[in-house]
């Protein structure tokens, strides 16, 4: 192949991603503010100034569409979690504080009508929300468990994998439509105060110390 047809096709594949990230970020927008149902490819396909018939070379439909934010949006939080557990220069407590702020920033728009709405509308985009939790959240936080101790942060008295199965089921029940209509929060804000109560009941003296620095009450 020659390189001047190399070069093209390297460009072409970069523009294009570059269109899918933006597609991607607008219906994120969309889909985690307004719901499921008020999402549609007319709109973002306006919204981002370019054709229907180029968005739907990029994504075949809607479900498709919202079922690459919700897997865009898990890989971006593990990858966040991953950056910040391998950070040297972070103590325990900083990397827990910059894990909540990112999910913070990236949730802050849900609310309990997008979570009733995706599971109305499209129960089988809601099945694979929850299935991305089930995977994510014991992945996350035992990993936070288990770096807590073996830095003496964490008490080592606990069994992680119970400890990790009940934060997940908290959870999952916590994160219900229902529930976060009942408590009148937030994904984000059930989120932050989860890890605060979660790693507050974990931490040893030490890390406790360390964690209402940043957290404090």
Same mark, same amino acid.
């Given at each position: ?7 093209? $096709? ?25 719901? &499921? ?18 968005? &739907? ?5 809607? +479900? ?10 898990? !890989?971006?939080?593990? #990858?966040?979690? +991953? ?16 894990? $909540? ?20 509308? #499209?129960? !089988?985009?809601?099945?694979?929300? !929850? ?7 014991? &992945? ?26 009940? &934060? ?37 003296? $030490? ?11």
């Amino acid at each position: 192949m020659p390189a001047t047809v190399k070069i093209s $096709a390297i460009s072409n594949s970069i523009v294009s991603d570059e269109l899918n990230n933006r597609i991607l970020g607008q219906a994120r927008a969309d889909f985690l503010i307004r719901g &499921y149902s008020a999402v549609t490819m007319d709109a973002i396909a306006t919204e981002l100034g370019i054709s229907k018939k180029t968005l &739907y070379q990029h994504f075949s439909s809607k +479900d498709a569409l919202i079922r690459d934010v919700i897997l865009s949006l898990s !890989h971006e939080i593990r #990858a966040e979690a +991953d950056a910040l557990l391998s950070h040297r220069r972070l103590n325990f407590a900083e990397k827990l504080r910059g894990f $909540a702020e990112g999910l913070a920033l990236r949730l802050h728009t849900v609310t309990p009508h997008a979570v009733r709405d995706l599971q109305r509308f #499209a129960p !089988h985009l809601h099945a694979l929300l !929850h299935d991305v939790r089930q995977k994510d959240i014991p &992945y996350i936080f035992g990993r936070f468990v288990e770096q807590g101790q073996i830095t003496g942060m964490v008490r080592d008295d606990i069994h992680p994998d119970f400890t990790i199965h009940f &934060y997940l089921h908290a959870l999952q029940g916590l994160l219900q439509p229902t529930s976060l209509e009942q408590l009148k929060l937030t994904s984000t804000e059930v989120y932050t105060h989860a890890i605060d109560l979660f790693f507050g009941g974990l931490l040893t003296p $030490a890390g406790r110390k360390e964690h209402e620095k940043l957290f404090p009450r």
